[in-house]
């Protein structure tokens, strides 16, 4: 299912059948993400697709929590997006999702990002022409393109894709320590000690002791950036920082 496409630049590309349905998900870079996310509109969630990943009894506990979620994301489709919220959120995957129907072929925005301890897919029609999007804020569906329940079914298969590759992930290879941490939940989660992590405290002063312990054994959620090799390859000049 996983490919990477060179084009320009390499880039990963993912692509399967669902219901007669072919789909495929090309990974975007962040200046690609904002300007097809400028024409499009984002397509109400539906509560009842959360409600059945998360709070049916008995799929939660085959859920992924954020740390191992994390994991199997990168591996999958690479780095996070530098786009993300850092008050709330701490990952970021933006994908070009085209539909292959026997009526036609329809393009789609698919986001996958955490929010204050939860993973969202966040589905986007796009409008190739910024004129043509409707004045709507959000609208509920495009049923002549994607009825509700093919919306459903695709978001499902991806979920359950992510929890399956966790499993080939985990039999393969074991993750290097990190920490991440999401500031509006009080919440800390990462890999350390050979063992996935998550933690949420109750007030801001246990959260940041935790923080702090973490720190002292070497992690950390937010790394220093050094930009000199950017500033290099802009100015291709050599500058001290």
């Known amino acids: 299912m996983r490919q990477v496409v060179r084009q320009i630049q390499e880039r990963i590309k993912f692509e399967f059948e669902l219901e007669g349905i072919k789909y495929e998900l090309w990974r975007l870079d962040d200046y690609e993400y904002r300007k097809i996310q400028k024409n499009s509109l984002a397509i109400k969630?539906?509560?009842?697709?959360?409600?059945?990943?998360?709070?049916?009894?008995?799929?939660?506990?085959?859920?992924?929590?954020?740390?191992?979620?994390?994991?199997?994301?990168?591996?999958?489709?690479?780095?996070?997006?530098?786009l993300v919220d850092s008050y709330k959120s701490s990952f970021s995957f933006p994908l070009l999702l085209t539909i292959n129907k026997a009526i036609g072929s329809f393009l789609y925005l698919l986001h996958i990002f955490d929010s204050k301890g939860w993973i969202y897919y966040r589905l986007y029609k796009v409008f190739e022409d910024e004129s043509d999007i409707p004045d709507k804020?959000?609208?509920?569906?495009?049923?002549?393109?994607?009825?509700?329940?093919?919306?459903?079914?695709?978001?499902?298969?991806?979920?359950?894709?992510?929890?399956?590759?966790?499993?080939?992930?985990?039999?393969?290879?074991?993750?290097e320590p990190f920490l991440k941490a999401i500031d509006a939940s009080c919440m800390i989660y990462g890999y350390h000690n050979n063992q996935y992590i998550e933690e949420e405290y109750n007030d801001e002063q246990s959260y940041q002791a935790a923080l702090e312990r973490f720190r002292l054994v070497g992690l950390w959620p937010w790394q220093p950036q050094n930009i000199n090799a950017l500033l290099q390859t802009i100015t291709s000049k050599t500058f001290r920082v």
């Open 137 to 175: 804020i959000q609208n509920e569906i495009f049923e002549s393109e994607l009825t509700r329940q093919e919306i459903n079914n695709f978001l499902n298969y991806i979920h359950t894709y992510i929890n399956a590759s966790f499993n080939s992930l985990n039999s393969v290879t074991v993750p």
């Open 45 to 82: 969630d539906d509560s009842s697709f959360y409600n059945d990943i998360y709070l049916s009894e008995d799929k939660n506990k085959s859920n992924l929590d954020l740390a191992k979620s994390f994991i199997t994301l990168t591996w999958l489709f690479g780095n996070s997006s530098d």
